[in-house]
């Protein structure tokens, strides 16, 4: 029986080698070159390409700037975005209240004091104090500085990464080119501090670093969509009110701008491996009519850096 990626030798007589008078061999097959890549992939045309479009992305970043529509309205009052729960609780960690953002009542007190009258807010923040510590320097700033220099740094060890993992310099390009970019750029979003954290030469195995949340929007069905912001709705319910706690604990989350909502609880502790474990029962139900509820079940595992990952 072959094996995959084997071959079949078959040895040809003399007779058999002729073709038209003239031997065969295989050699001419081995010689030939490899086929050129199209012109409009050479590492000019890239660079170009990519350059181009990430002068666009700059031009409109620029226009909906002067017209009010991002970091800052034409009142001068920070456009609430994902940025801006990390500015506040930074500003928090400049004066010595690392903790305070992690008591959501006093967490939906102090955005609307600090940023006026807002038609949104997230219910609590989801992220360890070191983040918190992090994001301290940033809070020095006013706002519209703090959330320019928080994508510049963020986007340039995004693009470092991509070149050590390429070491080619059309990929910097592309990388400014990328949709994705641009997003995180608007919104001033962390997932440029998750690609500068995660993106290495060397593999992770991604089951072990995806959070519980992220799982969540992988295997999610098609009737609701997970953003970011609701993921991190569901990894702060997990962590702050569920992991740790008795059997049956139970915490609910909602978007009243969506009429998203949801719940997670602790169904059962599981010894594995000389771990933590525990099974935490998901749910999501989304909004509107008709109303679409999944269920989901994942077991997660106390590390010893102190997270929970999935087994």
């Known amino acids: 029986m072959l094996q995959k990626n084997e071959a079949i030798v078959c040895p040809l007589s003399a007779t058999d080698n002729k073709n038209n008078g003239t031997e065969w061999s295989p050699e001419p097959l081995f010689d030939r070159p490899p086929p050129r890549l199209l012109g409009i992939f050479r590492a000019w045309r890239l660079r170009a390409y990519s350059l181009g479009i990430a002068t666009v992305y700059a031009v409109v970043f620029v226009h909906f700037y002067r017209g009010g529509g991002w970091i800052i309205n034409i009142k001068g009052a920070p ?73 510049l740094l963020t986007l340039a060890g995004c693009v470092g990464v991509a070149y050590l993992i390429a070491r080619r310099s059309p990929a ?33 195995r991604s089951l072990d670093s995806r959070s519980v949340a992220s799982s969540i929007a992988a295997h999610v069905g098609t009737h609701i969509t997970l953003t970011q912001q609701y993921i991190d709705m569901i990894r702060g319910a997990v962590t702050n009110q569920v992991h740790g706690k008795a059997v049956g604990t139970a915490a609910e989350w909602s978007n ?37 509820t999944e269920h989901y079940h994942f077991v997660s595992c106390l590390q010893p850096d102190g997270t929970w990952k999935i087994v």
């Open 256 to 292: 009243p701008a969506s009429g998203n909502s949801g719940s997670v609880k602790l169904v059962k502790k599981l010894p594995q491996k000389n771990q933590q474990c525990e099974e935490i029962g998901y749910t999501v139900r989304s909004g509107g009519t008709p109303v679409y």
């Open 79 to 151: 456009i609430y975005t994902d940025f801006t729960t990390a500015w506040v609780a930074g500003l928090q960690a400049l004066q010595g209240n690392v903790a305070t953002p992690y008591d959501p009542a006093e967490f939906l007190k102090m955005q609307p004091a600090l940023l006026g009258a807002l038609d949104f807010v997230y219910p609590n923040w989801p992220y360890p104090p070191m983040f918190s510590l992090l994001l301290a320097p940033f809070a020095i700033l006013p706002y519209s500085w703090a959330f320019i220099a928080w994508d």
């Open 172 to 204: 910097i390009a592309l990388v400014l080119a990328s949709p994705f970019t641009a997003w995180n750029f608007l919104a001033g979003q962390k997932r440029n501090v998750t690609a500068d954290q995660n993106a290495s030469p060397v593999r992770r």
